[in-house]
């Protein structure tokens, strides 16, 4: 089921125009093994098998599978080594949330969904090599306890407590990225305050969704 879920949400990230080709990576953490499931280095979504995912453990060592893990694997060791809640990555190179890293300029709160899904603003990653632990280590200080971070002059990285939900937030920061843009047109947009953005968060984190009411 875990290794079903990342093959699903690499066929979606193609299907959906947020990676080109073989771009991009996801991954997710397995309980049982203390280990994450990655997908491959330049392999075809589309014809992805479970036997192709890579586990590794946050040493770097190949616990099972017979390719080469992505290039990108020490970012998600990074990323899972410091924080404890994340199950599930998602890296991505969608224009929208790529233009805001080419130009590194950060995401501010400006609508609910992404305050709620992802946190506010979201951070730019100084520039570090692709593949790189520092790389890594600038995308886990800039990621913080949000849920998404910017990579300068390469992309975007999702995080959840699955990778499904890694794709989520991918979603809704692209989303929001090309709502920012859009909105220079119309002069600029109005930042929401800090204030306003932990009451958007408070109210997410206490009543959104269906929850259990205690029983009569």
């Known amino acids: 089921m875990l290794r079903e879920s990342i093959l699903a949400v690499g066929r979606e990230i193609v299907h959906s125009g947020l990676v080109v080709g073989t771009w991009g990576n996801v991954s997710a953490w397995d309980p049982e093994k ?17 036997e192709d995912l890579v586990l590794l453990d946050l040493d770097h060592q190949v616990l099972d599978g017979r390719r080469k893990p992505s290039t990108e694997h020490l970012l998600h060791q990074e990323i899972y080594r410091q924080r404890g809640d994340v199950k599930g990555i998602v890296h991505i190179h969608s224009a929208y949330a790529t233009a805001h890293a080419v130009a590194r300029t950060p995401l501010p709160g400006i609508i609910g969904d992404l305050i709620q899904s992802a946190g506010a603003p979201i951070l730019v990653a100084a520039y570090e090599n692709p593949g790189s632990i520092e790389l890594a280590l600038a995308a886990a200080a800039a990621l913080g306890e949000r849920n998404a971070v910017l990579l300068a002059n390469h992309g975007l990285v999702g995080v959840g407590a699955t990778a499904e939900g890694a794709l989520q ?47 009569a």
């Open 34 to 50: 203390q280990g994450y499931w990655i997908t491959p280095s330049g392999m075809d979504y589309a014809t992805l098998a479970e």
């Open 169 to 215: 937030v991918c979603q809704v920061v692209e989303r929001s990225a090309q709502i920012h843009i859009l909105s220079q047109s119309l002069g600029g947009p109005i930042l929401l305050d800090e204030e306003q953005i932990q009451t958007i968060r408070q109210g997410y984190r206490e009543h959104y969704g269906q929850r259990q009411e205690p029983s």
